[in-house]
């Protein structure tokens, strides 16, 4: 069974910077897309960014212009550099690896963005 594995969540002040790494147990074959989420209290989660194989990127309205994501499908790991971070960034960030047929998902990891 794949898992996969984010790390870099943090406290961190507003503006701060962070940056979430997201890699596979072991490697998946023919990712389609990896994706960012996050899931603040009280909130159904969100999608963050996504990237695709060819390397199209999407983001949401909220992130734009100040997250960016990249990846490496040889490594089948994903990043999400974070920065001008604020408050209402804070949420568990989960990625998101689709294969086929097959979704996979990490387990989350904490970003709270506070003075």
């Known amino acids: 069974q794949v898992q996969l594995v984010e790390s870099g969540g943090d406290l961190v002040q507003p503006g701060g910077s962070l940056r979430l790494s997201c890699t596979a147990s072991?490697?998946?074959?023919?990712?389609?897309?990896m994706r960012w989420y996050r899931q603040a209290p009280g909130n159904e989660r969100e999608m963050v960014a996504s990237?695709?194989?060819?390397?199209?990127?999407n983001y949401a309205d909220s992130v734009k212009g100040r997250f960016t994501i990249s990846s490496d499908n040889a490594k089948s790991t994903v990043w999400l550099q974070m920065d001008s971070l604020k408050p209402e960034d804070t949420a568990v960030y989960y990625c998101n690896a689709k294969a086929g047929f097959n979704t996979y998902w990490g387990q989350g990891t904490q970003v709270t963005v506070s003075s």
């Open positions: 990237i695709t194989s060819g390397g199209n990127t």
């Open positions: 072991r490697r998946i074959f023919l990712i389609n897309t």
